[in-house]
């Protein structure tokens, strides 16, 4: 899917660099053509300069969009969700970011919330990032307090996990 929506754009990378950016920024694009975070619109020279490109490229890529069907109804669609992870010390939580061995092969993310769960732990949040669109895919678990030794051995561990990193509540 990610393939055939990227790919619409393979004639211009300037164009495919601003969609990779919506999509990786859960950006979406409104009926009039302008960058939304949530319907609030984002002015494209600020996106423009983000990516060290001309605003006219954000605003041909967001009219692109608009024009190709699938684009448009995903585009429109798009909402942000709130990343606790960078307040995570201020609100006295603990974040655990684990990089697999491979982002495509399935089970990770079962495979850490079942050691998450034996300790009787309650997730927060918890996200993957996409692996076509990010270049070092990670799942981010965040929690009330600190991880217990336990966990964190039990992450570390699982066969499908690289490395695991770890911020400490505050």
Known sequence: M?????????DSPSQTRVLRFLLENGFGVNADGRVTCNGIEIPATQVAKALDTDRRVVDTTAQRILSLPLHRSIFM???????LSRVAGHLGLSVMTIYPK?????????????????EGLSIRQIYVTDPVLSEDPRLVV????DFPPAVIEGIRRLPQVRQVMF????
């Open 167 to 170: 911020q400490g509540a505050a």
């Open 102 to 118: 491979d982002a495509s092969e399935k089970g990770i993310v079962s495979a850490a919330v079942r050691v998450i769960a034996e």
């Open 77 to 83: 669609h798009m909402r942000v969700a709130p990343d």
């Open 142 to 145: 965040i929690i009330d307090g």
């Open 2 to 10: 990610w393939s055939e929506i990227i790919g619409e754009f393979a």
